[in-house]
């Protein structure tokens, strides 16, 4: 019989606190990341709109918080942290690094997309007098949208990720669960049980990105 410390309860509320995670944090990374992304895109230079001084603020500000470690951002923003919500440990806690560390991620990730829409397009709408907003929302976003979503199903697992790395520090969910008992308490049936959750969850949210993705292509 196998041993372990954790209870069933305990498991199925550390899967909702990282749903809870990975989703208040999607949802508001992706809207700021997605914003982002097409701001940079757009006014980059020869972009629709001729707004270069944006693009030189914005791109190293994005480059400068891409490149600070997650375990390091965790650590280093907690006085913010406890501005926002109150508190530097559990759920609502983490939910604040999540988003600053996934909202630059996807703006890279949508520029990337959005970047490899052909220049024929782009051209083509603005000779048929198309408003730079028209070339953005007609043309560019949904040329590129097949790939927006590959890109978003990538974010959506880099989160997850990071929200296991939130545990280190009592940010709750599966991350905390497997610091807590498996790693501190040696549970090796909750460390183990913990991975596979994990593996689950990314195995399902690539497949079903993945199928998104080519439904949308082939429409």
């Known amino acids: 019989m196998i041993e372990t410390n954790v209870t069933l309860e305990q498991f199925l ?15 508001i990374g992706a809207l700021i990341g997605f914003f982002l992304g097409v701001l940079i895109v757009v006014t980059r230079p020869g972009g629709v709109i001729g707004m270069n001084w944006i693009y030189v603020l914005l791109n190293p500000i994005i480059n400068i918080v891409r490149s600070v470690p997650f375990i390091i951002l965790l650590v280093v923003i907690i006085p913010f942290t406890r501005i926002i919500v109150g508190s530097s440990i559990g759920t609502n806690a983490a939910i604040v690094p999540l988003i600053i560390y996934i909202s630059p991620y996807i703006a890279r990730l949508v520029e990337n997309s959005l970047l490899e829409v052909s ?43 990071a929200t296991a790395m939130a545990g280190t520090v009592g940010g709750g969910g599966i991350g905390d669960l497997a610091i807590v008992y498996g790693y501190q308490r040696f549970d090796t049936f909750a460390m183990v049980a913990t991975v596979v959750i994990l593996i689950i969850f990314v195995q399902v949210i690539q497949s079903s990105g993945n199928k998104l993705a080519r439904y949308i292509r082939r429409n």
């Open 13 to 27: 509320q550390a899967i909702i606190d990282t749903l809870y995670m990975v989703g208040v944090a999607l949802l």
């Open 119 to 161: 220049s024929g397009i782009i051209e083509a709408a603005e000779s048929m007098g198309a408003t730079p907003f028209q070339v953005i929302w007609y043309f560019l976003l949904p040329e590129a949208f097949g790939s927006l979503i590959l890109s978003l199903t990538t974010a959506t697992i880099s989160l997850i990720g």
